[in-house]
């Protein structure tokens, strides 16, 4: 194996409408699991972790656990809706060396953000984190799950990382949830909206291909 996607948790500060997530109420694996975990990945000569959940600086050991794996010489990847990013996080993480921060923008207008999120507030605050994380040097990916709801923002948020120098990906691929509950596919892009979606994407994807060739 090359790399280990590992769920810390479930719980979460955000109630997302496309979760695929039944539930947050899941604390998840204890911190000697985890680890033990990570041991017996990198023994079988594992070099990338990947930490998601739930929201993952939930986890009152989340910087043991990624200090562990910097010290097993994991590449540590982290996925974070942002929002409780703190100037002083952003720091440690710079000293831990992580290879990748991913997060989700799902619009640049806060009523469409956080109509999705269910949380007021959380577009400002996880800019804000971004900041935080940008200002450390710290590679930032923001990913972007295109639904109904913010279909036509995709390119407000791709200027935003472009002009912020963040990596970017889209995609209306939307899951049903662990249980079986199909819900979350009522969001999906569809018909004419969905084409146009892909045509977007498909842009900007020639966009970022085009702009490397020239460098």
Same mark, same amino acid.
């Given at each position: 194996?090359?790399?280990?996607?590992?769920?810390?948790?479930?719980?979460?500060?955000?109630?997302?409408?496309?979760?695929?997530?039944?539930?947050?109420?899941?604390?998840?694996?204890?911190?000697?699991?985890?680890?033990?975990?990570?041991?017996?990945?990198?023994?079988?000569? @594992?070099?990338?972790?990947?930490?998601?959940?739930?929201?993952?600086?939930?986890? !009152?050991?989340?910087?043991?656990?990624?200090?562990?794996?910097?010290?097993?010489?994991?590449?540590?990847?982290?996925?974070?809706?942002?929002?409780?990013?703190?100037?002083?996080?952003?720091?440690?993480?710079?000293?831990?060396? *992580?290879?990748?921060?991913?997060?989700?923008?799902?619009?640049?207008?806060?009523?469409?953000?956080?109509?999705?999120?269910?949380?007021?507030?959380?577009?400002?605050?996880?800019?804000?984190?971004?900041?935080?994380?940008?200002?450390? @040097?710290?590679?930032?990916?923001?990913?972007?799950?295109?639904? !109904?709801?913010?279909?036509?923002? *995709?390119?407000?948020?791709?200027?935003?990382?472009?002009?912020?120098?963040?990596?970017?990906?889209?995609?209306?691929?939307?899951?049903?949830?662990?249980?079986?509950?199909?819900?979350?596919?009522?969001?999906?892009?569809? @018909?004419?909206?969905?084409?146009?979606?892909?045509?977007?994407?498909?842009?900007?994807?020639?966009?970022?291909?085009?702009?490397?060739?020239?460098?």
């Amino acid at each position: 194996p090359v790399s280990l996607v590992i769920e810390l948790l479930t719980r979460c500060n955000l109630t997302c409408q496309h979760c695929y997530l039944p539930e947050h109420i899941n604390d998840g694996l204890s911190t000697e699991t985890v680890k033990k975990l990570l041991v017996q990945f990198r023994e079988l000569g @594992g070099t990338i972790v990947t930490y998601t959940g739930g929201e993952i600086f939930l986890r !009152k050991d989340i910087f043991e656990l990624i200090r562990f794996a910097r010290d097993l010489r994991l590449r540590v990847i982290l996925l974070s809706n942002g929002t409780l990013i703190t100037e002083d996080d952003a720091k440690m993480l710079q000293k831990l060396y *992580i290879t990748e921060f991913s997060t989700t923008i799902f619009s640049m207008d806060s009523h469409i953000h956080d109509g999705i999120t269910g949380i007021p507030g959380s577009l400002a605050k996880t800019i804000m984190g971004i900041r935080h994380l940008s200002a450390q @040097g710290i590679n930032v990916r923001v990913k972007m799950p295109i639904m !109904k709801p913010n279909a036509m923002c *995709i390119r407000d948020v791709h200027r935003f990382c472009i002009s912020n120098n963040h990596q970017f990906s889209a995609s209306p691929t939307i899951f049903s949830k662990n249980d079986g509950d199909e819900s979350p596919k009522k969001l999906r892009a569809s @018909g004419g909206c969905l084409q146009k979606v892909i045509k977007e994407i498909d842009e900007i994807n020639n966009e970022t291909a085009n702009n490397l060739s020239n460098i």
